[in-house]
């Protein structure tokens, strides 16, 4: 499955210190042929629309671990609509309860990835997001 083309924003929003999650997701949608942009740790959900919107990415990743993951989402959606970003692809991964899953998916996430998945899967599923 081929990201060729595609461009993607992995961001760590919060105040998480861990990112092996992040890095290694990066590099998956790397080698799978996307154009991966890597924000660092601890991030704003307005640094990272605004870093969407500049850099003019199909999809934004964020690697949540801390529990907060709700209300740091609906801070980047808020953010992405604010700046007229809709349209980009949102996907979230990491330590994600099932229970708050419809939640995430009722405030716009297109795709919810859990440590425990095989990248080969998450990328096939980016990618059919994608398109």
Do not use: N, W
């Not at 060729?4 to 590099?27: E, M, Q, S, T, W």
């Not at 199909?58 to 993951?69: P, W």
Request: glycine share 10%.
């Amino acid at each position: 499955m081929s990201l060729r083309g595609k461009r993607i924003l992995i961001a760590k929003p919060g105040l998480d210190g861990h990112d092996v999650g992040a890095k290694v997701i990066a590099l998956a949608l790397r080698d799978a042929g996307a154009d991966v942009i890597y924000t660092g740790l601890r991030k704003t959900p307005d640094f990272i629309a605004r870093v969407a919107v500049d850099e003019d990415v199909d999809a934004v990743g964020l690697s949540l671990l801390s529990g907060s993951h709700e209300e740091l989402v609906r801070q980047t959606v808020d953010c992405l609509r604010a700046r007229h970003a809709s349209d980009i692809k949102l996907f979230v991964g990491g330590t994600i309860p099932d229970a708050d899953h419809a939640a995430l998916r009722a405030l716009g996430v297109d795709g919810i990835f859990t440590a425990q998945m095989e990248l080969k899967d998450v990328i096939a599923i980016i990618a059919g997001e994608l398109g």
